[in-house]
């Protein structure tokens, strides 16, 4: 942890609950550049040289983390024939890590992560961004709820059997007759519905047709920073409405309009996070922050939050912008926790 953290930012980080909304981590552990359990090492592969990594558990530990959020992502390469196996196979990497160590521990409730918080131990909890792996069948949604599933972003930026994602967005298509029945199925499983990376018309047809709170998972507001994939005041007011949490990502194009290249190491930093914060809990309250980083997702670093192990520089920073202690802890965490108490329990 950074010295430069005040004594009270300090504690009051110690007893909060942090749950960082997204990351692209089992890919990298998939691919065998990331030993999660015992911390990066560069890869020997040349195929990888180069990489970086913001997360494994040495460094959770470090930031006094305790529920990240793991992402299953499946990759154009396995569409579709192999969708649902490579999401079982990521699922099956995320098993190993929680058998491979003590101090990592599986999570599907709100109730095991404020456990995993009085053990003073670490956590995942299992999403996957995009349903390609569903293939179409809200059976195999039911059999992922059974495996641990409980959080569930709808699309990428590509077209899918439920929605179309960003990079479609031209085309004015929201929720097929398939994500209909998806949200609806999501909600009475308890399965938290995500919406980064959808299509404008697909986050409306969610809002209209979800009981339950919803998320998007990493995700900037386009009144700071106009890009595609932030959130836009009208979607933001929905959101509110909704009860759901907007989570601020630190992916350095989303968050300052300057930077054009994923890795820009200079002009984006931890500063930019902040205004974004600060936008989207004046637009629509305090109670509607999260975080959702997205490491392991995009190259490069932000600076003053270079990885999991610098984010009590987070709590530090909102406390010096005035936000009150229990305010730091709803954008924390608490917030996101609060969603997945409504929704999975």
Same mark, same amino acid.
């Given at each position: 942890?950074?010295?430069?953290?005040?004594?009270?930012?300090?504690?009051?980080?110690?007893?909060?609950?942090?749950?960082?909304?997204?990351?692209?981590?089992?890919?990298?552990?998939?691919?065998?550049?990331?030993?999660?359990?015992?911390?990066?090492?560069?890869?020997?592969?040349?195929?990888?040289?180069?990489?970086?990594?913001?997360?494994?558990?040495?460094?959770?530990?470090?930031?006094?983390?305790?529920?990240?959020?793991?992402?299953?992502?499946?990759?154009?390469?396995?569409?579709?024939?192999?969708?649902?196996?490579?999401?079982?196979?990521?699922?099956?990497?995320?098993?190993?890590?929680?058998?491979?160590?003590?101090?990592?521990?599986?999570?599907?409730? %709100?109730?095991?992560?404020?456990?995993?918080?009085?053990?003073?131990?670490?956590?995942?909890?299992?999403?996957?961004?995009?349903?390609?792996?569903?293939?179409?069948?809200?059976?195999?949604?039911?059999?992922?709820?059974?495996?641990?599933?409980?959080?569930?972003?709808?699309?990428?930026?590509?077209?899918?059997?439920?929605?179309?994602?960003?990079?479609?967005?031209?085309?004015?298509?929201?929720?097929?007759?398939?994500?209909?029945?998806?949200?609806?199925?999501?909600?009475?499983?308890?399965?938290?519905?995500?919406?980064?990376?959808?299509?404008?018309?697909?986050?409306?047809?969610?809002?209209?047709?979800?009981?339950?709170?919803?998320?998007?998972?990493?995700?900037?507001?386009?009144?700071?920073?106009?890009?595609?994939?932030?959130?836009?005041?009208?979607?933001?007011?929905?959101?509110?409405?909704?009860?759901?949490?907007?989570?601020?990502?630190?992916?350095?194009?989303?968050?300052?309009?300057?930077?054009?290249?994923?890795?820009?190491?200079?002009? %984006?930093?931890?500063?930019?996070?902040?205004?974004?914060?600060?936008?989207?809990?004046?637009?629509?309250?305090?109670?509607?922050?999260?975080?959702?980083?997205?490491?392991?997702?995009?190259?490069?670093?932000?600076?003053?939050?270079?990885?999991?192990?610098?984010?009590?520089?987070?709590? %530090?920073?909102?406390?010096?912008?005035?936000?009150?202690?229990?305010?730091?802890?709803?954008?924390?965490?608490?917030?996101?926790?609060?969603?997945?108490?409504?929704?999975?329990?």
């Amino acid at each position: 942890m950074s010295q430069e953290i005040s004594k009270e930012a300090l504690e009051l980080h110690r007893q909060l609950i942090t749950i960082d909304g997204h990351c692209d981590t089992l890919l990298g552990i998939q691919r065998g550049y990331l030993d999660f359990i015992n911390g990066f090492t560069p890869p020997e592969d040349p195929r990888y040289k180069g990489v970086v990594s913001h997360i494994d558990l040495p460094r959770m530990k470090a930031g006094g983390a305790t529920t990240q959020v793991f992402a299953c992502f499946v990759e154009k390469q396995y569409l579709p024939s192999d969708a649902t196996n490579q999401a079982l196979r990521l699922f099956d990497y995320f098993y190993q890590q929680v058998e491979g160590s003590d101090d990592f521990v599986f999570v599907k409730s %709100a109730a095991d992560i404020r456990a995993v918080k009085k053990a003073g131990k670490t956590s995942g909890f299992l999403s996957i961004e995009g349903v390609e792996s569903l293939e179409g069948d809200t059976a195999i949604l039911r059999n992922f709820y059974k495996l641990g599933l409980r959080q569930a972003g709808l699309t990428w930026n590509w077209r899918n059997q439920a929605a179309d994602g960003l990079g479609e967005a031209r085309t004015g298509g929201g929720l097929t007759e398939f994500g209909v029945e998806l949200v609806k199925e999501a909600n009475r499983l308890g399965v938290i519905l995500d919406v980064a990376h959808l299509a404008p018309a697909g986050i409306r047809d969610v809002f209209a047709f979800s009981e339950q709170p919803i998320l998007d998972s990493h995700c900037g507001a386009k009144g700071v920073t106009d890009h595609e994939r932030n959130l836009d005041d009208e979607q933001l007011d929905a959101l509110a409405k909704n009860g759901g949490v907007a989570c601020i990502t630190f992916v350095p194009p989303f968050i300052n309009g300057a930077v054009k290249e994923y890795n820009d190491r200079d002009t %984006a930093s931890i500063e930019d996070v902040f205004k974004h914060i600060d936008y989207v809990a004046k637009r629509i309250g305090v109670d509607h922050v999260g975080i959702g980083s997205d490491f392991d997702g995009f190259d490069g670093y932000l600076r003053g939050i270079e990885d999991i192990s610098r984010i009590p520089n987070l709590t %530090a920073g909102l406390l010096k912008r005035g936000y009150k202690p229990d305010e730091v802890t709803k954008i924390m965490g608490g917030n996101y926790l609060r969603v997945i108490e409504q929704v999975c329990g």
